[in-house]
Nanobody, 124 residues
Framework: QVQLVESGGGVVQAGGSLRLSCAVS????????MGWFRRAPEKEREFVAA????????ISADSVKGRFTISKDNAKNTVYLQMNSLKPEDTAVYFC?????????????????WGQGTQVTVSS
């Protein structure tokens, strides 16, 4: 059984930083691409960033480039999202997702398991 458990959300002022973590069990993590998505109130789910199974390839949305960094520690079966220079428009529920592939994807259909979500609130 594949399980994803997120942590690290919270409330932060604009310009601040947060690091989200997602611990994964039940899958060969080094062969699993991981993604982060978010959903803001009254908006559709939005791709944030993804990383390949090896951790060597990353992609990210234009809205977070230069501010957010995705990484994974295959020894700890954990993927991270370091978020710097946060803006109020980054406020959303953030979800991590595991792919059945080792290759990155920005499409939510490329992921078959999802975490429960963690709230990030950025105050102005």
């Amino acid at each position: 059984q594949v399980q994803l458990v997120e942590s690290g959300g919270g409330v932060v002022q604009a310009g601040g930083s947060l690091r989200l973590s997602c611990a994964v069990s039940g899958r060969t993590f080094s062969a699993t691409a991981m993604g982060w998505f978010r959903r803001a109130p009254e908006k559709e789910r939005e791709f944030v960033a993804a990383i390949s199974g090896s951790g060597l390839t990353t992609i990210s949305a234009d809205s977070v480039k230069g501010r957010f960094t995705i990484s994974k520690d295959n020894a700890k079966n954990t993927v991270y999202l370091q978020m710097n220079s946060l803006k109020p428009e980054d406020t959303a529920v953030y979800f991590c997702a595991a792919s059945p592939s080792r290759f990155t994807s920005s499409n939510y259909r490329g992921y078959d398991y999802w975490g429960q979500g963690t709230q990030v609130t950025v105050s102005s």
